[in-house]
């Protein structure tokens, strides 16, 4: 949480340094604080720890370090910011506050904590002389005219769990919007986005706070793997006026979704069929001298490639001198598809020397 110090330490020396007053004379010494401190830490039931610290932030002056101490005792952001809240009253030192915000674990907690501090002061502050203005203009809203993708309607690829609920999202965009600068409002709209799963239509929202159409492309593209229905990016394009910066987005998108090379369909499995197998048979019948057979089979089968057990025996029946057969159950073994059942070539064999032959060829492929 060290960077939510940073985020707000030049806003809240602004806030609370010239309006903070102490409202106790002297923090209470080491001592009495660990006494406080272990009644606390304590406390089984998270309500009584919670209702105990709170007393004793209400009848004890309390340092932020005390306050923070305290706060890390508690299990949940909730009772950390109740406790905060109790506590910031009588804190002496109102203008190190800021180091509380290290307990929290949700950058939504500490806004809240922020805003509730903030209002403390402002009440604090003398009401300045009413002003005669002239009624503002209406700003126009920004979401005229576009119709946002439910995500609840949504069962594409997901690029994340979950999208972060809308009242979270609402108030985080607030402080988007706050933003002084163009490069500020980017700045805050990543962090926000590095920070949870968002749904297209909260995307939409928060690129519509850019006022550059280049900033709110840079967003969406450097956004896309924390988009929960990523398959929803092509109607963005809502947020932009320019042709061009619609066909990037929907270009980049595109590119996002193509094949990778390890997802590739792959090649349809070798085989030979019955038709090919037919006219190999018819090939090599042809044939009436048996060494003209051997070389034309050995052709054919180095051409083609993938061959079947029973293919291969079939082939190896068009022959009648044994000896070629063994050669060629020999020769045939690399380019069959189920060598697992190449056994079963020994049934087309009638010496038996050469059947076993041919186990010993097999038992040496193992």
């Known amino acids: 949480m060290k960077k939510y110090s940073i985020l707000f330490l030049v806003l809240l020396f602004s806030s609370l340094g010239a309006w903070a007053q102490t409202k106790c004379g002297s923090p209470v010494n080491n001592l009495l604080f660990q006494q406080l401190y272990r009644t606390v830490q304590s406390q089984s039931q998270a309500q009584a720890k919670l209702t105990e610290a709170k007393n004793v932030a209400a009848n004890n002056c309390l340092t932020t370090a005390q306050v923070k101490q305290i706060a890390g005792t508690f299990e949940n952001d909730y009772d950390r910011l109740e406790f905060c809240k109790a506590a910031y009253v009588n804190t002496f030192d109102k203008d190190n506050f800021y180091d509380v915000y ?27 002389p009413p002003l005669e203005t002239k009624p503002a203009p209406t700003p126009e809203d920004p979401f005229k005219n576009i119709t946002f993708p439910d995500y609840r309607m949504y069962n594409g690829t997901k690029g ?9 999202f609402d108030y985080l965009l607030k402080n988007v919007k706050a933003a002084a600068s163009e490069n500020d409002k980017f700045n805050s709209a990543m962090n926000l986005v590095n920070a949870n799963c968002l749904s297209a239509a909260q995307l939409m929202k928060l690129a519509l706070v850019m006022e550059l159409e280049t900033s709110r492309l840079n967003l969406l593209k450097a956004a896309y793997a924390h988009c929960y229905d990523q398959g ?87 022959m009648s001198i044994e000896s070629y057969k063994m050669d060629m159950a020999k020769f045939a073994y690399e380019f069959c598809i189920d060598k697992e059942n190449y056994y079963q070539v020994a049934d087309v064999l009638n010496i038996a020397s050469y059947k076993r032959e041919l186990s010993e060829f097999l038992e040496g492929k193992q």
């Open 102 to 128: 290290d307990v929290f674990a949700y950058y939504s907690t500490v806004f809240r904590l922020h805003d509730f501090v903030n209002g403390i002061v402002r009440k604090s502050r003398p009401m300045p």
């Open 160 to 168: 994340c769990s979950m999208p972060i609920a809308e009242n979270d």
């Open 232 to 318: 929803n990016y092509n109607k963005m394009i809502q947020v932009f006026k320019h042709q061009l910066n619609q066909d990037e987005l929907i270009a980049f998108y595109n590119a996002q979704n193509q094949p990778k090379p390890d997802e590739q369909p792959l090649p349809p499995p070798c085989s030979v069929s019955d038709a090919d197998m037919a006219a190999i048979k018819n090939t090599i019948s042809k044939q009436y001298v048996e060494s003209s057979k051997v070389t034309t089979i050995k052709q054919i089968i180095r051409s083609k490639k993938c061959f079947t057990v029973n293919q291969i025996k079939d082939i190896i029946k068009l």
